[in-house]
């Protein structure tokens, strides 16, 4: 199993620790187009193996892609990080030619590549990998879902006075502050609805806080944040390399799915070796399929200024 990161800033070269520190795949490869950065975060990994017990092998390369040939999995976190004050939605003139030719460079060395899409606004950037790469669509993957739901998970935990492992709960929707949609209704501890134990109160700073949660951690740091990113993508880059076949929430290409079509969308879908296995439509209730729409016109607004 052979994975590329592509940007070897904060959230890329955590992807690549934490893939590494798992010890599930051969090799990473970390590409930056800043001289020896990637090879130099890949020497700071590596000297890290014998001390954190793995085995994974990790370089670096400034832009040749050609060392990323027969990659499984590619990783795109490359673009301009959110900076305090800048809504996800306002990157896409920057980052959508920087996606689409790191994309193009992706697969023309590795043809039968998964990309896991990290760069925003990340629905947006998803779709257009959709629509310049060729690669068919259980092949691409939004990241967010998984980030925003570890988010709500911590939030829950929170105002449950509750130990993480206790909660589960799930976010949809879109990867932005206004069109995430934390699944409330679905939310539980230990099985038991999270509404039985919060106050509607509690309940809505729980789903604000979960919302701004991108946006709060940019106010505190001055830039993007990179740990809980890059334990996301392991987890996915993980549920594909071993076939692990998890439910986890992701933005991918939707066919009718939940009322929508051509638009990428955080929905729960079952990921393994193949990437995308299946997609899981749940039950909404009315007030969260009016939000969803919201969500979804929103995204398509945003998708209607790429330039292919």
């Not at 070269?13 to 795949?25: P, T």
């Not at 673009?79 to 920057?94: F, S, V, W």
């Not at 994309?103 to 950037?125: E, Q, R």
């Not at 998890?246 to 879908?269: F, H, N, R, T, W």
Request: glycine letters at 10%; proline letters at 4%.
């Amino acid at each position: 199993m052979k994975v590329t990161v592509v940007g070897a800033g904060a959230v890329g070269a955590s992807c690549a620790e934490y893939i590494a520190m798992k010890n599930f795949c051969s090799e990473v490869v970390l590409v930056d187009i800043k001289e020896g950065f990637a090879e130099g975060k890949a020497m700071d990994l590596m000297q890290t193996a014998s001390l954190n017990g793995f085995d994974t092998k990790i370089t670096g390369t400034t832009g040749d892609y050609s060392k990323t040939a027969g990659s499984d999995v590619a990783v795109i976190t490359s673009g301009i990080p959110r900076k305090p004050g800048m809504t996800r939605e306002e990157l896409i003139g920057i980052n959508a030619g920087i996606v689409k030719d790191v994309t193009a460079n992706l697969v023309k060395h590795s043809p039968n590549v998964t990309i896991i899409v990290v760069s925003n606004p990340m629905d947006t950037m998803a779709y257009l990998v959709h629509k310049t790469s060729g690669l068919p669509k259980h092949k691409i993957i939004g990241m967010g879902g998984a980030l925003d739901s570890a988010r709500f998970k911590y939030r829950l935990a929170e105002a449950l006075e509750a130990p993480i492992s206790d909660v589960d709960g799930m976010v949809i929707a879109a990867h932005s502050d206004t069109g995430m949609l934390p699944l409330l209704s679905k939310a539980t501890r230990n099985g038991v609805p999270v509404t039985s134990f919060l106050t509607e109160e509690q309940q809505a700073y729980v789903v604000e806080e979960t919302k701004v949660g991108g946006a709060t951690l940019t106010k505190l740091l001055g830039t993007s944040a990179w740990y809980a990113p890059g334990a996301a993508v392991s987890v996915m880059v993980q549920a594909i390399a071993c076939d692990q076949k998890k439910m986890i929430p992701c933005s991918l290409m939707l066919d009718g799915e939940y009322g929508q079509s051509d638009i990428c969308l955080g929905v729960p879908a079952i990921i393994g070796k193949n990437g995308v296995e299946k997609i899981v439509e749940i039950e909404l209730t009315e007030a969260e399929k009016e939000k969803f729409a919201t969500a979804a016109a929103a995204v398509r607004e945003v998708n209607g200024d790429l330039k292919f």
